[in-house]
């Protein structure tokens, strides 16, 4: 498995460069007697990088900077606090660490941002402090924070299982990507308490990966990808965002080849051949007025990377 981008940015700091996601298949089960879902979820790692850098401090400190930025929670709820706390009292240590995020993915945009972060923090402090906690540690740790933060320490592409954390790499070839950020965030809770009240009463089918799916991921073939992607939680992001309907149908106009919600939303993506007709999709996303800004990327990207100094 790769791991998280880390990079180094100033003499005793460590920095890591980590991916955001989407997810190319989110096959959801019926809720669970714990409330989580059972799930089939192909994560795909996107080339849209946040880096969290890690300096020693005097104390756990937050900050954040980014067109995003104040949106993003500064105390011990950040999921990068949360991964420092978690590793500093594995090993006895006080998490005495200034953790600075520099904030490219969209936060609350279903892209896993957050996530992201927390498995930036991660393997950012366990390289500040020389721990060199193994692969398998780190990503207990991860699991632990949050179902999406394996996948974002791992990256490339894998299937998730169980509330998505138990994850199995799969092969990849390269896609091209436009995202459309919408305004606002959605809360992923409230959208899978959504998914649970538009699929009352219904027979929900136990979540399986598409083998269809996944052999189109594996031979890098975009137009097969586009007929096979899904997303189960399209419709309650929609029931809840129904403007959203109107920006899958601008990048489908300008020519992508599918067009599908994010993960819980509200961002939307749009696959296309390649990095000409992403500019081309992006800049009719922008002109339909139906976002708030795009951004283009190529899948797979290296899970969560420490960056030389
Ligand atoms: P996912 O795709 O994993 O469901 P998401 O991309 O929809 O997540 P995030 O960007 O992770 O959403 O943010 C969800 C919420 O998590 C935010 O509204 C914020 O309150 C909180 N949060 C905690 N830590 C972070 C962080 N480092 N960056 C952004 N949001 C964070």
């Known amino acids: 498995m790769s791991t998280a981008a880390v990079s ?14 989407v997810n190319v298949q989110l096959a959801v089960g019926a ?8 799930l089939a979820n192909v994560f795909l790692a996107v080339s849209l990088h946040d880096e969290v ?19 993003v929670p500064l105390d011990r709820t950040n999921l990068a606090a949360r991964a420092a706390e978690l590793l500093a009292a594995r090993h006895g240590l006080e998490p005495a660490v200034h953790l600075h995020i520099a904030k490219r993915i969209p936060v609350a945009g279903g892209m896993a941002g957050g996530s992201a972060d927390g498995a930036g923090a991660l393997l950012a402090c366990d390289t500040l402090w020389g721990l060199d906690s ?36 799969v092969g990849a070839g390269t896609f091209h990507w436009v995202f459309a950020v919408a305004e606002g965030g959605l809360s992923t809770p409230a959208v899978f308490r959504e998914f649970d009240r538009l699929t009352a009463g219904t027979d929900v089918p136990v979540p ?13 073939d ?16 929609l029931s809840l965002r129904p403007e959203l309907a109107a920006t899958l149908d601008a990048g ?15 961002t939307t993506a749009f696959l296309v ?10 800049a009719a996303l922008e002109a339909s007025g139906t976002c708030r800004t795009t951004r283009t990327a190529s899948s797979p990207s290296p899970g969560a990377t420490v960056l030389p100094r």
């Open 53 to 71: 850098t890690a300096t020693p401090a005097a104390e756990l400190r937050v900050t954040c900077e980014g067109p995003d930025a104040d949106q």
């Open 273 to 282: 051949h390649d990095p000409e007709a992403a500019l081309k999709v992006a």
């Open 252 to 266: 489908l106009g300008a020519g992508a080849l599918a067009a599908l919600v994010s993960g819980s939303g509200p």
């Open 222 to 237: 975009a137009d097969a990808l586009a007929a096979a992607l899904s997303n189960d939680l399209q419709a309650a992001a």
């Open 8 to 21: 180094t940015t100033a003499p005793g700091s460590v920095t890591v460069r980590v991916p955001a996601k």
């Open 134 to 169: 193994s692969r398998e540690e780190l990503l207990d740790i991860c699991a632990e924070l949050g179902s999406d933060v394996p996948f974002s320490l791992v990256g490339e592409a894998a299937l998730g299982t169980g509330r998505g954390e138990h994850l199995t790499p």
């Open 208 to 220: 399986q990966a598409d083998p269809a799916l996944l052999a189109a991921l594996r031979s890098g």
């Open 31 to 38: 809720a669970r007697a714990d409330g989580f879902h059972d």
